[in-house]
């Protein structure tokens, strides 16, 4: 079963003659799967399996990431590539690794990228901190927190696409 913030729906079925050694497997789905919007099926999300409940097996969410060929079209000639990798902390107490990259209109020199870079950086702590992991998870999956970044990055140099490419759970609550 999904997360609560997923609303428990069934993500999957696994045989066992054992059910003491199905706590700590890792389910990936697409976010379709778990009743997000259809034209986001690039996005995939992993879940950990965590306690028994009866014949069913609870998870937490485990962290996100995008399909490589989703990121490979993107990417285009004459268009400047900026990654920004960061360690966020959600006001409920989880720890989470984001990959975070951001496409500039044109190639740029190194300081437009590190202000791009730092204002993003500022921005998602700054979010992260004031939202529980559900809200920050569904903000992702959105897309609202991606068009956030957009907006305030654009007072810098036109961005041309924003995505958090992978979202990594380092310590749960």
């Given at each position: 079963?999904?997360?609560?913030?997923?609303?428990?729906?069934?993500?999957?079925?696994?045989?066992?003659?054992?059910?003491?050694?199905?706590?700590?497997?890792?389910?990936?789905?697409?976010?379709?799967?778990?009743?997000?919007?259809?034209?986001?099926?690039?996005?995939?999300?992993?879940?950990?399996?965590?306690?028994?409940?009866?014949?069913?097996?609870?998870?937490?969410?485990?962290?996100?990431?995008?399909?490589?060929?989703?990121?490979?079209?993107?990417?285009?000639?004459?268009?400047?590539k900026t990654?920004?990798?960061?360690?966020?902390?959600?006001?409920?107490g989880w720890?989470?690794?984001?990959?975070?990259?951001?496409?500039?209109?044109?190639?740029?020199?190194?300081?437009?990228?590190?202000?791009?870079?730092?204002?993003?950086?500022?921005?998602?702590?700054?979010?992260?901190?004031?939202?529980?992991?559900?809200?920050?998870?569904?903000?992702?999956?959105?897309?609202?927190?991606?068009?956030?970044?957009?907006?305030?990055?654009?007072?810098?140099?036109?961005?041309?696409?924003?995505?958090?490419?992978?979202?990594?759970?380092?310590?749960?609550?």
């Amino acid at each position: 079963m999904a997360p609560e913030m997923f609303g428990k729906k069934q993500i999957g079925e696994t045989p066992t003659t054992d059910a003491k050694l199905l706590p700590g497997k890792v389910i990936e789905v697409s976010l379709p799967e778990v009743g997000g919007p259809g034209q986001k099926f690039y996005v995939k999300l992993k879940f950990k399996t965590d306690k028994l409940e009866g014949k069913s097996v609870l998870t937490k969410f485990h962290g996100l990431s995008l399909m490589n060929e989703h990121m490979y079209r993107i990417v285009r000639k004459r268009m400047q590539k900026t990654e920004l990798v960061t360690y966020v902390d959600t006001k409920d107490g989880w720890k989470l690794q984001l990959t975070f990259i951001a496409m500039l209109n044109r190639n740029t020199n190194s300081s437009v990228q590190t202000e791009v870079r730092t204002s993003s950086d500022k921005f998602l702590k700054d979010f992260a901190a004031k939202s529980t992991i559900g809200d920050f998870v569904k903000a992702v999956t959105a897309g609202t927190l991606q068009h956030s970044i957009r907006k305030t990055g654009n007072k810098i140099y036109p961005i041309r696409f924003s995505e958090i490419t992978k979202i990594e759970v380092k310590k749960a609550a």
